[in-house]
T-cell receptor, first 113, second 109 residues
């Protein structure tokens, strides 16, 4: 158990819909990272927040957005969903701003039908 | 998609054998990372490499940061059944993190 929690564990929705994935970091961690893992694209870094501010941006689509709240939990919003958005979405947390000491959550499996 | 070439794609080995995998890129990275992912779980960081030429060990794992900063390898010595999983390399530079496609390792007794 990494100490990072993600909800929900599974999500099934239809094309065109909007969903919100939630992540609670380990106690004391200030950074939250979001990743997408799919068979087509593999593991991809989406975005990082540090202490409420966007820190680094990866391959995140314009239809996706994220935020980190004052209590440091984070949400990833996915809108206008397409079939190709079906994937595992991981959240990771870390104490600092780097990518080195990250602890991954168990993931949310999103299925778009 | 990935810009890192990770090979081999999969390996079937016997317990006790050594495992070797590598990643190459057309881009230079400041840091190389190696992760292991078990089924149904998120990746776990195994080794982080910060300098070109650096050789780092973590138990039976050894990884090296290539001198050109465009490649890295990971060795697992004397494999055991719990080494089963998917191993990913990742290169980091300028706020960007890119992953390889993974090497699936299967260990048979």
């Amino acid at each position: 158990d990494s100490g990072v929690t993600q909800t929900p564990k599974h999500l099934i929705t239809a094309t065109g819909q909007r969903v919100t994935l939630r992540c609670s970091p380990r106690s004391g961690d200030l950074s939250v990272y979001w990743y997408q893992q799919s068979l087509d694209q593999g593991l991809q870094f989406l975005i990082q927040y540090y202490n409420g501010e966007e820190r680094a941006k990866g391959n995140i689509l314009e239809r996706f957005s994220a935020q980190q709240f004052p209590d440091l939990h984070s949400e990833l919003n996915l809108s206008s969903l397409e079939l190709g958005d079906s994937a595992l979405y991981f959240c990771a947390s870390g104490l600092g701003t780097g990518f080195y000491e990250q602890y991954f959550g168990p993931g949310t499996r999103l299925t778009v039908t | 998609g990935q810009q890192l070439n990770q090979s081999p794609q999969s390996m079937f080995i016997q317990e006790g054998e050594d495992v070797s995998m590598n990643c190459t890129s057309s881009s230079i990275f400041n840091t190389w990372l190696w992760y292991k992912q078990d089924p149904g779980e998120g990746p776990v960081l195994l080794i982080a490499l910060y300098k070109a030429g650096e050789l780092t060990s973590n138990g039976r794992l050894t990884a090296q940061f290539g001198i050109t900063r465009k490649d890295s390898f990971l060795n697992i010595s004397a494999s055991i059944p719990s080494d089963v999983g998917i191993y990913f390399c990742a290169g980091h530079s300028w706020g960007k993190l890119q992953f390889g496609a993974g090497t699936q390792v299967v260990v048979t007794p």
